[in-house]
Protein backbone atom coordinates (compact mmCIF):
# COMPACT_ATOMS: atom_id res chain seq x y z
CA UNK A 1 0.00 0.00 0.00
CA UNK A 2 1.14 3.53 -0.78
CA UNK A 3 0.04 6.45 0.34
CA UNK A 4 0.43 9.87 -1.38
CA UNK A 5 0.04 13.42 0.11
CA UNK A 6 -1.24 15.65 -2.48
CA UNK A 7 -1.99 19.18 -0.42
CA UNK A 8 -2.35 20.38 3.03
CA UNK A 9 -5.37 21.66 4.44
CA UNK A 10 -5.31 24.55 7.05
CA UNK A 11 -8.20 25.00 9.70
CA UNK A 12 -8.21 27.92 12.04
CA UNK A 13 -10.69 29.69 13.52
CA UNK A 14 -9.63 32.52 10.98
CA UNK A 15 -11.42 29.99 8.56
CA UNK A 16 -10.44 27.26 6.16
CA UNK A 17 -7.62 27.66 3.58
CA UNK A 18 -3.84 28.87 3.33
CA UNK A 19 -5.08 32.35 1.56
CA UNK A 20 -7.38 33.20 3.90
CA UNK A 21 -5.71 32.43 7.15
CA UNK A 22 -2.47 34.04 5.25
CA UNK A 23 -4.78 37.35 5.16
CA UNK A 24 -5.78 36.90 8.46
CA UNK A 25 -2.64 36.25 9.90
CA UNK A 26 -0.83 39.66 7.79
CA UNK A 27 -3.71 41.83 9.18
CA UNK A 28 -3.54 40.99 12.37
CA UNK A 29 -6.68 40.21 12.67
CA UNK A 30 -7.84 38.21 16.04
CA UNK A 31 -9.39 34.87 15.65
CA UNK A 32 -10.59 34.09 19.54
CA UNK A 33 -13.83 34.67 21.01
CA UNK A 34 -16.50 33.10 23.55
CA UNK A 35 -16.62 29.27 23.48
CA UNK A 36 -20.00 28.21 21.89
CA UNK A 37 -19.05 24.45 21.55
CA UNK A 38 -19.41 23.50 24.77
CA UNK A 39 -20.29 25.07 28.47
CA UNK A 40 -17.28 26.46 30.40
CA UNK A 41 -19.44 27.35 33.55
CA UNK A 42 -16.98 26.40 36.56
CA UNK A 43 -13.75 26.94 34.02
CA UNK A 44 -11.32 29.67 34.40
CA UNK A 45 -10.98 29.94 30.62
CA UNK A 46 -14.38 31.13 28.49
CA UNK A 47 -12.53 31.89 25.30
CA UNK A 48 -10.75 30.35 22.74
CA UNK A 49 -10.43 29.82 18.74
CA UNK A 50 -13.06 27.58 17.58
CA UNK A 51 -13.00 26.26 13.70
CA UNK A 52 -16.07 27.63 11.95
CA UNK A 53 -18.08 24.50 10.53
CA UNK A 54 -19.91 24.25 7.31
CA UNK A 55 -24.00 24.33 7.53
CA UNK A 56 -23.71 21.43 5.29
CA UNK A 57 -20.70 18.44 5.15
CA UNK A 58 -19.83 17.89 1.28
CA UNK A 59 -21.00 14.40 0.10
CA UNK A 60 -18.77 11.94 1.35
CA UNK A 61 -20.39 8.37 1.13
CA UNK A 62 -21.60 8.38 4.36
CA UNK A 63 -25.82 7.89 5.71
CA UNK A 64 -27.53 10.57 6.99
CA UNK A 65 -27.62 9.10 10.07
CA UNK A 66 -23.99 8.73 10.20
CA UNK A 67 -23.26 11.86 9.59
CA UNK A 68 -25.24 13.31 12.65
CA UNK A 69 -23.34 10.97 14.40
CA UNK A 70 -19.85 12.61 13.63
CA UNK A 71 -18.28 14.87 15.77
CA UNK A 72 -16.41 17.92 15.15
CA UNK A 73 -12.58 15.94 15.10
CA UNK A 74 -14.13 13.55 12.49
Do not use: Y
Not at 26 to 37: D, E, I, K, P, Q
Amino acid sequence: DRVVVTGIGLVTAHGAGRELNAAAFRSGRRALSRLTVFDTTGLRVHHGGEAPLPDHLPACGLSERQCQRLDRAA
